[in-house]
């Protein structure tokens, strides 16, 4: 498995996912009944009698989303989605207080613009792989999710946050000196109307639990300690639908924004390298990294 898993990671990086559009089949190991896999910052369970697995994000300290993080987390759910007996996918985090952190900031600082390319391209297979799943999707929100940690369970069907104020959520980009890119402002305005993602967008707006629940941001609250239980209701509930007719619809539903970024995908890589290749940008990401860990002296 780990074997096939380092194969698969380097085909993804060589760009032959996106050559061929899916894994080799090499690269695929069915579940077909209770099965395990671990990768370094992913693990997941699948039940074969319900048909459910759970991905745990175990990527401490944060769970950022790194080009190695996307890469495990987009192989691990395509093994998912090629499996016919896994119908959905809870996603949690298995740290303490932090669903994840968003994008990892040192992926888009002091590298190359063929780096700055090639993870960006990670960001957007995540994004297009999750987005478009087959599968129903639940997002058990256990902690803090800025910018990417949001757009992550934003492109899930359903989102059950725990209700601790400690907690918040939100595409705080702005407040990092950068701009959320179309897609995930897309994403937001469909989950949350126009209004709302025009000023939560421009104020960078972290949301309370109790907030994100009020516009729509998230579905459901619940105890910190019953909201993966509460996650495996809700998909009951959406698995006692045909999945062919929930699926089409599904589809139906997002494939105007699925289409948007796939029709500009590869504009929006050279818009992105062109951004955040600034001195000026890079100098706003800078900043704020260290502003995170000066926080804790
Ligand atoms: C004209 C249009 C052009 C279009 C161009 C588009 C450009 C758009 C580009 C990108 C979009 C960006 C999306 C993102 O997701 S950016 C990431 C935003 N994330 C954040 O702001 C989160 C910051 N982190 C936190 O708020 C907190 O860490 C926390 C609430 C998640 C957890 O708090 P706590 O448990 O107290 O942990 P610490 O703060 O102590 O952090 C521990 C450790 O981790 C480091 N760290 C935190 N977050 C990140 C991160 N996102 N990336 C990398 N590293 C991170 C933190 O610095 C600490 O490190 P240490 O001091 O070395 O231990």
């Known amino acids: 498995m780990a ?13 032959a996912l996106q050559k061929h559009g899916v894994l080799t089949k090499q690269a695929l190991c069915l579940f077909s009944t209770n099965m395990r896999m671990f990768t370094n910052k992913i693990s997941v369970e699948m039940d074969g009698t319900t048909g459910v697995a759970v991905l745990t994000m175990k990527s401490p300290p944060v769970n950022s989303l790194s080009l190695d993080f996307l890469t495990e987390f987009t192989i691990s759910l395509e093994k998912l989605e090629m499996d016919k007996a896994c119908r959905g996918v809870i996603l949690t985090s298995a740290l303490p207080r932090v669903f994840s952190a968003g994008l990892d900031i040192t992926e888009m600082c002091g590298k190359s613009a063929e780096h700055y390319a ?6 957007q297979e995540f994004w297009l792989k999750l987005y478009t799943s087959n599968m129903v999707t639940v997002a058990a929100i256990n902690g803090s999710c800025p910018a990417g940690g949001c757009l992550m ?8 946050m725990a209700d601790d104020p400690k907690f918040s959520i939100g ?22 109307g126009n209004r709302e993602t025009e000023k939560a967008l421009q104020l960078g707006y972290m949301y309370s639990p109790a907030d994100a629940l009020k516009v729509g941001l998230v579905d459901q609250l619940a105890s910190a300690d019953k909201v993966e239980t509460v996650a495996s209701t809700v998909m009951s ?6 999945d062919h007719a929930r ?7 997002r494939k105007p924004t699925r289409d948007r970024l796939v029709t500009h995908r590869d504009a929006d890589i050279t818009s992105f390298v062109n951004f955040v290749t600034k001195d000026s ?16 002296r």
């Open 281 to 296: 940008i890079q100098k706003s990401l800078q900043m704020y990294l260290e502003s995170l860990k000066q926080r804790k």
């Open 171 to 192: 595409l705080n980009e702005t407040k990092l000196g950068i701009v959320a890119p179309f897609w995930f402002k897309d994403t937001m305005t469909n989950t949350i």
């Open 247 to 253: 699926h089409l619809t599904k589809s139906m539903m």
């Open 3 to 15: 074997a096939l898993l380092k194969r698969s990671a380097s085909l993804l990086r060589a760009g």
């Open 153 to 160: 369970a934003l492109v899930c069907d359903y989102r059950v």
């Open 237 to 242: 509930e959406w698995l006692a639908i045909p």
């Open 118 to 123: 090639a993870f960006w391209r990670a960001v």
